[in-house]
């Protein structure tokens, strides 16, 4: 089992910044890639970043690429997601998944935290 628990959401205006933090507890050993999604209410749950906790590659979608950055404290079991420039389009709960392969694909994670809200003001 792997615990994830998500945290750092709040409301910002737009063009600022946030940073989400992801800690993770239990048999982390067991997933190799953890992501970072969001879900507005009444869409579905989309895809945003993610990052090889071993070998450090990052794949981001577009809508965030040069904005958002994912990265890891693997000391710490905690990945992060540095938000910068925010639109108010970016409002959104953010959750942080585990999974097993790299993908962007929401089915391929098993293991998701709670999620941290999100929301940009214009």
């Known amino acids: 089992q792997v615990q994830l628990v998500e945290s750092g959401g709040g409301l910002v205006q737009a063009g600022g910044s946030l940073r989400l933090s992801c800690a993770a507890s239990?048999?982390?050993?067991?997933?190799?890639?953890m992501g970072w999604f969001r879900q507005v209410p009444g869409k579905e749950r989309e895809f945003v970043a993610r990052l090889s906790l071993s070998g450090g590659s990052t794949y981001y979608a577009d809508s965030v690429k040069g904005r958002f950055t994912i990265s890891r404290d693997n000391a710490e079991n905690t990945v992060y997601l540095q938000m910068n420039s925010l639109k108010p389009e970016d409002t959104a709960v953010y959750y942080c998944?585990?999974?097993?392969?790299?993908?962007?694909?929401?089915?391929?994670?098993?293991?998701w935290g709670q999620g941290t809200q999100v929301t940009v003001s214009s």
């Open positions: 239990g048999r982390t050993f067991s997933r190799d890639y």
């Open positions: 998944a585990a999974s097993t392969i790299p993908t962007a694909t929401l089915g391929w994670y098993d293991y």
